[in-house]
């Protein structure tokens, strides 16, 4: 959660000083586009990942953007379904897109990269009753490592 919170924090701030004339709900928005609010943020959960597509090599395949770019500096097209993007990133998503799919993970819109199984955003896609995973809370878990010492 720290790690998350830190990111979190981080971005806004960089929004905050780039566009100083903006609301904090518009700050808060375009944040949200890279970095999960944290009421909901499903890393935290354990059921989301992060991960792009390479070829046999190990060379990454071109799926538009960097991996964990920013939806400002690439004008959205982190966007999963940006038109942006060469025909041969698009292609490469589809197939990103397929897999994860298949495999019962839902993606998040806005970062063609995370992907989420049993978390809270995960149950609201798909529709599910409940989150397989919540939030784990660092001071909980630092706390029940200490117990067991």
């Known amino acids: 959660m720290?790690?998350?919170?830190?990111?979190?924090?981080?971005?806004?701030?960089?929004?905050?000083?780039?566009?100083?004339?903006?609301?904090?709900?518009?700050?808060?928005?375009?944040?949200?586009?890279?970095?999960?609010?944290?009421?909901?943020?499903?890393?935290?959960?354990?059921?989301?990942?992060?991960l792009t597509l390479s070829d046999e090599s190990g060379n990454a395949l071109d799926l538009g953007t960097k991996f964990n770019a920013g939806p400002l500096e690439t004008e959205n097209a982190t966007f999963t379904i940006a038109t942006n993007i060469s025909d041969e990133a698009r292609k490469n998503r589809q197939i990103l897109m397929s897999v994860m799919s298949k495999a019962g993970f839902v993606n998040y819109p806005t970062e063609w990269w995370h992907w989420s199984y049993g978390d809270k955003y995960w149950a609201f896609q798909t529709r599910h009753p409940y989150a397989i995973y919540d939030s784990i809370n660092s001071e909980i878990n630092t706390l029940k490592s200490q117990e067991t010492l």
């Open 2 to 50: 720290l790690v998350q919170k830190e990111f979190w924090d981080s971005y806004f701030s960089y929004l905050k000083s780039k566009f100083p004339t903006w609301s904090d709900q518009e700050i808060y928005d375009e944040c949200s586009k890279l970095n999960a609010p944290l009421e909901v943020a499903p890393h935290t959960t354990g059921g989301a990942v992060d």
